[in-house]
């Protein structure tokens, strides 16, 4: 049945107020792409725009969306394609108002929020109260909220929790437009446990990578905070690279480290592990270092020429809990790199590099990854042990190397939670004038890949369920039976996180 526009943009008048709807054909266009480069090839116009300020306003758009079968897409950020339309007359909810930090639990630790606190307003004012959370590179301008529902990967994982891990009392309105509350706060109004009482539904909410908006919308949810020792407040000026920002220089250092081999490298990080020590560990490829610092393509590739010989290294990041803990880093990890063969940079090397601390702990930096060249995906990306993301890595890289030759690649590996076990994100950049359908196709490529040698996949999204399914004990009958189930009139933000009009 075709969706009557008029009467929809009426009744989303009359639940938010006329200055907070429009079908502007100049919004609904910003709105009908994201920063993602593939987001391209799914461009398409929203029908509403709708900015609702509270709960009850979500539910009344929710349920309308149910009586007249107009599909929503809740967004953060607005980064990932995944809140493009794909459907005409589609409603996007925006939360611009839903913006407040609500708790800040200084004894617990946490903080409970609504979808549009970003990364940096809940930092920085944790960071008033001594304690702080990590941004993901995905930068410090986006939702909390949507980035602990979807993905939550963090340059601090090798210390502190994957986010989906992070997530704990939780306001969630169903499909159907009924509230869930998960955790503690399905008991009472306090948000500060996710396990329970009864069953606990946080994997069902998102699981390893996220629903992707298509099994409802969450309107508050309480995440973890952790520890800082550093200054109440970083002043900066000016625009990376060339960043000024005012930041103690004794509070966190950084070491690189090169060794003969990826073995090496790896054998080394499975020690520093061992050892407990530190808060940020990569072994990152050179590649990606310089992406984001290069002012242009040629000053990038240039910059890849001069760097040729070091193709990746460790980086090693301490913070000051304290002084001492700072000097015993530093010798264990000098000796652990010295037992794995490996090289420490000298300190007055990586001096320039000590500038850019601030830019990890309060990320703005990352979307210069696409500058270089145009486009950028990730190719395949796992949660594995770190040998056999090691083993998958050098497959990997010689398969783009020898099929997709004109894909530029970057990686990097990340321990998690002291070494149990480890990410990896292995990308390409290409240019999306001329290789847009080359870099489509190597990215199915790699998902069949991931199929065939069932690795943990963690960045599958949308189609790639159909594909990954079979191969692991078609899990894809039971997520499209939960849509079905939550979501019978497919209403919210389809295909995500299945496809249900197919059988
Ligand atoms: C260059 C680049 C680097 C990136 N680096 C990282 C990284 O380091 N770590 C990482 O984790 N991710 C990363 N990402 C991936 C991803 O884009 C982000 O995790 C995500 O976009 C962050 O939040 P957002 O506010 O932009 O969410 P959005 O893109 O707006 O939303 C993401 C998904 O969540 C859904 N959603 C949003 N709000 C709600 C809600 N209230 N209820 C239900 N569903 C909702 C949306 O429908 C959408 O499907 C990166 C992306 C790019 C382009």
């Not at 349920?63 to 809740?74: G, L, Q």
């Not at 990340?414 to 070494?419: A, M, Q, T, V, W």
Request: charged content about 25%.
């Amino acid at each position: 049945m075709p969706v009557d526009h008029q009467l929809i943009y009426e009744l989303l008048e009359e639940t938010v107020g006329p200055d907070y709807v429009s079908d502007d054909p100049a919004v609904l266009e910003a709105y009908s792409r994201t920063g993602w480069i593939l987001g391209r090839k799914l461009k398409r116009r929203p029908g509403f725009v709708v900015l609702p300020s509270s709960v009850q306003e979500v539910q009344a758009i929710v349920r309308m969306a149910n009586k007249y079968k107009v599909p929503f897409i809740p967004v953060g950020s607005f980064l990932h394609w995944s809140c493009q339309a794909t459907y005409p007359e589609t409603i996007i909810l925006d939360f611009k108002r839903m913006d407040k930090i609500l708790k800040i639990d200084e004894k617990n630790k946490y903080a409970v929020i609504e979808p549009y606190v970003t990364y940096t307003q809940l930092q920085a004012e944790a960071m008033k109260r001594g304690l702080w959370l990590p941004v993901p590179s995905s930068g410090g301008n986006t939702s909390v909220l949507a980035n602990h529902l979807f993905c939550g990967s963090h340059f601090a994982m090798h210390r502190i929790p994957y986010y989906a891990r992070a997530v704990l009392g939780v306001e969630w309105v169903l499909p159907s437009g009924e509230i869930l509350k998960l955790g503690s706060a399905g008991y009472g109004d306090d948000y500060f446990w996710g396990e329970g009482p009864g069953p606990d539904l946080r994997g069902l909410m998102r699981g390893y990578v996220g629903a992707l908006g298509g099994l409802g919308v969450v309107t508050k949810m309480a995440v973890r905070l952790y520890p800082w020792t550093g200054p109440d407040a970083f002043h900066c000026r000016g625009v990376f690279p060339e960043k000024v920002v005012e930041f103690p220089k004794d509070l966190a250092k950084l070491y690189l480290a090169i060794f003969p081999s990826t073995e090496d490298a790896v054998n080394a990080l499975y020690e520093i592990c061992r050892a407990e020590i530190g808060m940020s560990l990569h072994l990152l490829s050179t590649t990606m270092a310089m992406a984001p610092m290069a002012k242009s393509r040629e000053e990038f590739l240039s910059l890849l020429e001069a760097f040729k010989d070091i193709k990746e290294f460790i980086l090693f990041m301490s913070f000051k809990t304290s002084p001492r803990v700072m000097e015993y880093d530093r010798k264990v990890l000098q000796k652990i790199v010295e037992e794995n063969k490996g090289y420490l940079i000298p300190d007055e090397m990586v001096e320039s590099l000590q500038e850019g601390i601030p830019e990890t702990i309060r990320s703005a930096v990352s979307m210069r990854i696409l500058n270089p060249m145009g486009g950028y995906d990730v190719f395949r990306s796992w949660a594995e042990s770190l040998d056999k993301l090691l083993d998958q890595l050098k497959q990997a890289k010689a398969f783009l190397e020898e099929k997709y030759p004109d894909f530029i690649h970057f990686y990097y590996m990340i321990p998690l939670e002291l070494g149990h076990y480890g990410h990896i994100e292995l990308s390409i950049l290409y240019d999306p004038l001329t290789h847009l359908d080359e870099a489509m196709e190597c990215q199915n490529v790699g998902i069949r890949q991931d199929a065939e040698q069932k690795m943990y996949v963690t960045g599958s999204a949308g189609p790639a369920h159909e594909i990954l399914g079979p191969s692991y004990g078609n899990y894809q009958l039971l997520l499209r039976k939960i849509k079905k189930k939550l979501d019978p009139n497919n209403v919210s933000n389809p295909p995500y996180p299945i496809d249900i009009t197919k059988t």
